[in-house]
């Protein structure tokens, strides 16, 4: 079955940066679009950012600018990286995946997604 693993969460301060790594495992033959998403206590998760199957990426407004999600198809490996980052940026940061699709956009709704990660922190003191 598909797993998702993120690492690279931490606490930093207010202007700085972290790396988030999501691999994958257990895709089958097929398109599959990732993305990452996050989750505050007393919030509902949000989209960050995602990659849809034709490359485009999609951010939610508020890290444009600061996020860079990347993916390497061949290692199965979803990235973000973060800088500048803000005490806004709080939250238990979630790797996505969905499919096996013909095709798929890079969708931000949580509930298109099939595959979920346990979870990385990233904590951001002002």
């Known amino acids: 079955q598909v797993q998702l693993v993120e690492s690279g969460g931490g606490q930093v301060q207010s202007g700085g940066s972290l790396r988030l790594s999501c691999v994958a495992s257990?895709?089958?033959?097929?398109?599959?679009?990732m993305g990452w998403f996050r989750q505050a206590p007393g919030k509902e998760r949000e989209g960050v950012a995602a990659?849809?199957?034709?490359?485009?990426?999609t951010y939610t407004s508020s890290v444009k600018g600061r996020f860079i999600i990347s993916q390497n198809k061949t290692a199965n490996t979803l990235t973000l990286q973060m800088d500048g980052l803000k005490p806004d940026d709080t939250a238990m940061y979630y790797c996505?995946?969905?499919?096996?699709?013909?095709?798929?956009?890079?969708?931000?709704?949580?509930?298109?997604?099939?595959?979920w990660g346990q979870g990385t922190q990233v904590t951001v003191s002002s």
């Open positions: 996505a995946a969905r499919g096996p699709l013909p095709y798929c956009s890079g969708s931000m709704l949580a509930r298109q997604y099939d595959y």
């Open positions: 257990g895709f089958t033959t097929g398109t599959y679009c």
């Open positions: 990659i849809g199957s034709n490359g485009v990426i």
